[in-house]
């Protein structure tokens, strides 16, 4: 489809110095840069309206459907300021798929591959100043869509919906700078994130409106993040948090492995789990999925067999697993720290990404 984008740049824009600071140091999410992109869809008129603006609020009826029945769903993704000075995207094309998908999931409109990018190049060309130069900080994106239709009926999906999206400087989401800590996790048996045929395989703001008591019931163990397991024998292990697991097994004098869950429907594919099966064996490490359970995570970090986790995503790139606890004890990865091979790949990815080392992929979408 054709779509043209209406320009509105902001009359009032955060003042240099102030940006500056805030670049300075920007946290995750916290702030948001001067414009947005939105779009509306209807039933009559499909996708339309399509402008960038100025970064601001939404009016919108208490009655509005995305309030009382959830419809909605987002993506997260980055722009990198790269060393030659050049701002670019990281495969934007696999987000919009996954954008989409998750848009089937929840009964909503696709949006063509072509506007989806197109709206995330025309924000971040505008509002290039913010993305930020220090070793480490990205442009944090986050395109969505709500239901807008006024009404409490339940019989359908909504006739309406609005797509935006905002831009928010970031820093490392755990912190650690060029070395990231190690994080303690939480084997979380009171709650599952999502069971077969439900929507564990989309990004929809339920799966963690759902998770935080979990969340917080690892945060009062001492612990960093929840790793959840399967909902119906609570034994697999599936995601840590909102990011895709790896485990790593390095035999004596041996070719290093990297095993993840296998995408069963109730786990996101995440954009950097697959770039990581991707780079993985050009690194001449075996990579692949499968399943393990929390007794054969236990038993092969007693036994040497299992020598490194990491979760991954986005927001994090790569967070080292130090310690494991849960209702019946816990363990160590190794010595508790980041694992050598947990470190060749973050140091290959961010390569990349930040154009320190070639794109072998053709994974780089440069935008200015």
Known sequence: ???????????????????????????????????????????????????????????????????????????????????????????????????????????????????????????VSEDRDWVPTTPGTSLYLRPFMIATQRGLGFSKPSTDYLFCVIASPAAAYFGGGEKPRALTVWLSENYSRAAPGGTGFVKVGGNYGGALAASREALEKGCDQVVWLDAVEHTWVEEMGGMNLFFVHTPPGGRARIMTPELTGTLLPGVTRDSLLKLAPTLGIDAGEGRI??????????????????????????????????????????NGEPGPVTMRLREELLGIQYGRLPDPFGWIHKVC
Not at 54 to 78: C, I, N, W
Not at 294 to 314: I, V
Request: with cysteine; hydrophobic share 45%.
């Open 1 to 123: 489809m054709t779509l043209d984008f209406d320009i509105f740049p902001a009359r009032e824009t955060v003042p240099a110095g102030r940006r500056e600071a805030i670049l300075a140091d920007p946290g995750f999410g916290a702030h948001f840069t001067d414009h947005m992109v939105t779009m509306r869809w209807s039933e009559e008129a499909g996708w339309h309206d399509a402008r960038l603006e100025a970064y601001g609020s939404f009016t919108l009826d208490p009655a509005t459907s995305v309030f009382h029945y959830g419809q909605e769903l987002f993506e997260g993704m980055k722009a990198y300021r790269q060393d030659s000075g050049a701002i670019v995207l990281f495969r934007p094309e696999v987000n919009a798929a996954r954008f989409n998908s998750s848009a089937r999931r929840m009964a909503m409109p696709e949006v063509p591959e072509d506007v989806f990018v197109r709206a995330l190049e025309l924000l």
């Open 293 to 334: 359970s929390t007794a054969e995570w236990r038993e092969q970090c007693a036994s040497g067999e299992l020598t490194e986790a990491f979760a991954c995503g986005t927001a994090a790139v790569m967070a080292p697993v130090g310690r494991v606890r849960g209702e019946s004890g816990g363990w160590a990865m190794g």
